[in-house]
């Protein structure tokens, strides 16, 4: 069994990161063989649009045709057993190496049928988690909704964890701003992450059972 970890942040050992490595530690004591990628190292676009994956006949029928940086880890997650992304919110959205990516996984599936039926046929289990500075995850519900819905839609049951209120700088006496209390992120940061960490190995955990 394998379970494919993405990381959705530039940042390569903070909040999100920290929180998928908690995943893949639960799906690997669960017997999972894992695998981690920084989206941030790798090069690749959104989707082309070149109906390459829809033409009838086609060598990429069912598959995406764009061979990047990128093409290797959607080979991974299609064959895998597991898939959890771990990503920031940004602007109300994911950032866009994320965007580009669920492009990329989602459209060679559909197949524009009337009956919906898709050209993936393996069950993949996903984790999503999210990471914010927003006190409540409830500001992105549509879009956290809209995603498991695609999720489950393309490959199977999708569970959710957010992490909300989280330390985005070590020092805030460094950078502009008065938003934040400093005190509290890093008060937050010891009491609630640690929370939302064993969350996240319970997550990876129990991906595939
Ligand atoms: C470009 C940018 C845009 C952001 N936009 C939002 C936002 O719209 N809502 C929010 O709650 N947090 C926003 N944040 C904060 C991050 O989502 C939050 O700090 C997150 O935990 C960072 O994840 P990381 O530590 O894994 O990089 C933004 C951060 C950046 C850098």
Redesign the pocket.
């Known amino acids: 069994m394998r379970v494919i970890g993405i990381n959705g942040?530039?940042?390569k050992n903070?909040?999100?990161?920290i929180l998928l490595e908690k995943a893949l530690c639960g799906a690997a004591e669960n017997g999972a063989e894992t695998k981690l990628y920084h989206l941030i190292d790798h090069t690749f676009s959104g989707c082309r649009s070149c109906f390459a994956c829809k033409r009838l006949g086609g060598a990429s029928f069912g598959k995406c045709a764009v061979r990047d940086d990128l093409a290797p880890i959607l080979d991974d997650i299609l064959n895998a057993d597991g898939l959890i992304i771990s990503m920031?919110?940004?602007?109300?959205d994911v950032p866009g190496m994320v965007r580009n990516l669920m492009e990329r996984l989602w459209f060679p599936g559909l197949l524009y049928r009337k009956d919906g039926k898709l050209a993936y046929e393996k069950n993949i289990r996903v984790g999503l988690i999210y990471?914010?500075?927003?006190p409540d995850e409830r500001?992105y519900d549509a879009l956290i909704t809209s995603h498991k819905g695609t999720f489950e839609r393309f490959f199977g049951e999708t569970s959710i964890l957010c992490?909300t209120d989280?330390l985005?700088y070590d020092d805030y006496s460094l950078y502009t701003g008065d938003m934040f209390d400093p005190v509290h992120k890093k008060e937050r940061h010891q009491t609630i992450f640690p929370q939302d960490c064993e969350k996240a190995h319970a997550m990876g955990a129990s991906l595939l059972l």
């Open positions: 942040s530039p940042r903070k909040n999100s990161a920031p919110i940004y602007f109300g990471t914010m500075n927003a500001y992490a989280t985005q």
